[in-house]
């Protein structure tokens, strides 16, 4: 099984900054790497997938980069409502499927 | 628009069973795979369950594997997850989640059900 590692476990960035998220893969996932964000109470949303494209709907100031075992979501100025919690999710060699244990966004 | 409605969570103690409704409107439910992903309280996501457009194939993570079964009813554009034996570790909330087939992330989601296995 893949293990996905985020980091950092918890990242606090001021409104209007970048962050940026890592996802690392114990093997190679090749680009079939997604991201998700989720908000106290909600379901996860999809923003990345095939590492790098938006999902429908998903602002521009969200990217993803990377392939291989090394990922990067980044945030290019971060607005009130991005502060949650962030998974990347491997579907490379599903069955099975792994997520990452998550980062959570903090306001600084 | 589309929607996935869960339904069918609750409390239930270790050994029982429950079944987990997902109810999809606002596109072509016959032609995308649909998955149960889970998350226990404070915890990550895990993909416990999957089937695809057909229901000719059926996955099952191995947490799950010969408890719970996944079926699909595409004349009613409903998802079924019938939990048996349920455990203390399978306290979670339970969503329902679309893929596209082709590649298997999850594009549209449910809201969730909470599901409590408790003495």
């Known amino acids: 099984e893949i293990v996905m590692t985020q980091s950092p476990a918890t990242l606090s960035v001021s409104p209007g900054e970048r962050a940026t998220l890592s996802c690392r893969a114990s093997q190679s996932v090749s680009s079939n790497l997604a991201w998700y964000q989720q908000k106290p109470g909600q379901a996860p949303r999809l923003l990345i997938y095939?590492?790098?494209t938006r999902a429908t709907g998903i602002p521009a100031r969200f990217s993803g980069s990377g392939s291989g075992t090394e990922f990067t979501l980044t945030i290019s100025s971060l607005q009130s409502e991005d502060f949650a919690v962030y998974y990347c999710?491997?579907?490379?060699?599903?069955?099975?499927?792994?997520f990452g244990q998550g980062t959570k966004l903090e306001i600084k | 628009e589309v929607q996935l409605v869960e339904s069918g969570g609750g409390l239930v103690k270790p050994g029982g069973s429950l079944r987990l409704s997902c109810a999809a409107s606002g596109f072509t439910f016959s032609s995308y795979s649909i998955n149960w992903v889970r998350q226990a309280p404070g915890k990550g996501l895990e993909c416990v369950s999957s089937?695809?457009?057909?229901?000719?194939?059926?996955y099952y993570a191995d947490s799950v594997m010969g408890r719970f079964t996944i079926s699909r009813d595409n004349g009613k554009n409903s998802l079924y997850l019938q939990m048996n034996s349920l455990r203390a570790e399978d306290t979670a909330v339970y969503y329902c989640?679309?893929?596209?087939?082709?590649?298997?992330?999850?594009?549209?989601w449910g809201q969730g059900t909470l599901v409590t296995v408790s003495s």
């Open positions: 089937i695809s457009s057909s229901g000719s194939y059926r």
């Open positions: 999710h491997q579907y490379n060699n599903w069955p099975p499927d792994t």
């Open positions: 095939g590492a790098s």
């Open positions: 989640a679309t893929d596209p087939g082709s590649r298997h992330y999850f594009e549209y």
